[in-house]
């Protein structure tokens, strides 16, 4: 019978590359601050905020967008507003599964927002977004608790949420603190 591989032998290969330190001078935190802000401010008015040109700004945020430390531009929405729930599931996987495995499946699920590998007694935690009791039924019934290796999940609604915090400007203005990005080289 062929050797199983260990349980996180597969984490690798799912999860996203380990992030290498990128260095940013006081103008490469203003321009992410800003972005962060608004990011569909003009490469104009980011020039006139931060006294450069057009062009020297667009060549910043090129480099920013090629480091990996600016990963795109999206749209937050408001799932509430939308009828939405948010939960987060804990999952612990049955012993030898192939915890890149468990993780993948679950992400492939329309539900779920994202995955983590955490430290502790479980291992894996997921944000899910659900319409209501019945359709988180469904998920558990149908979807999550036939994953192959999942062994238990754990639950917990969301009853109230505070806006998001503006971690670009706070994080941004501690100069000893290094930005991290995912690029690989």
Known sequence: MPKKPPP??????????????????TVDRQLLTLLARDSRISQRRLGR??????????????RLERAGVIR??????????LGYVTCYLAV????????????????RLPEVEDVIVITGALDMLARVRVRD???LRRLLLEH???IEGV???????????????DLTTTLLATA??????????
């Not at 996180?8 to 001078?25: F, N």
């Not at 795109?72 to 507003?81: K, P, R």
């Not at 049955?94 to 992400?107: D, I, N, P, R, Y």
């Open 133 to 135: 009791h019945g359709h």
């Open 151 to 165: 062994q238990r999940t754990e639950t917990f609604l969301s009853l109230a949420e505070m806006p998001s915090k």
């Open 49 to 62: 905020e931060l006294r450069m040109s057009p062009p020297a700004i667009g060549e910043r945020i090129a």
């Open 92 to 107: 612990s996987a049955t012993q030898g599964a192939e915890q890149g495995l468990v993780m993948e499946a679950l992400h």
């Open 144 to 146: 999550v608790w036939q």
């Open 176 to 185: 000893d603190v290094p930005l991290v990005s995912t690029s690989e080289g």
């Open 72 to 81: 795109g531009y999206t749209v937050s929405i408001d799932w509430a507003v």
């Open 8 to 25: 996180l032998s597969t984490l690798a290969d799912v999860a996203s590359p380990l992030p290498t330190t990128v260095e940013l001078d």
